[in-house]
């Protein structure tokens, strides 16, 4: 089962919420053109992102700083490997301070 959207309402970090509210294991993809990226859930954290030729932290960082393009949030596909640790709340913050700094 997939999701699509478009990233001007809901924006991704609201997709991220509600996947980890879900606790599901998902891939999302999402961005626009070059600037596309992913992230994958289990059982309701981010284990691991891929943007731009990076990984882990730095790549989520970057992709929930992209602003418009579109999602697709397919359920069940397991992540390639885990580079991710910190909780999402923790990741998500730490990324919208610097944003706006």
Excluded: W
């Excluded at 990076?54 to 490997?81: D, H, K, M, W």
Aim: hydrophobic content about 40%; aromatic content about 6%; overall charge negative.
């Amino acid at each position: 089962m997939s999701l699509t959207g478009n990233l001007h309402v809901p924006d991704l970090v609201g997709v991220i919420q509600l996947v980890c509210l879900e606790r599901r294991v998902a891939h999302l993809r999402g961005g626009e053109g070059a600037r596309a990226g992913s992230l994958y859930f289990a059982d309701g954290k981010v284990v691991h992102a891929e943007f731009e030729g990076l990984e882990g932290e730095s790549a989520f960082e970057r992709l929930i700083g992209v602003q418009g393009g579109a999602f697709e949030l397919e359920y069940g596909t397991a992540p390639p490997r885990h580079t991710i640790t910190r909780p999402v709340q923790a990741l998500l913050l730490d990324a919208c301070r610097r944003r706006d700094e």
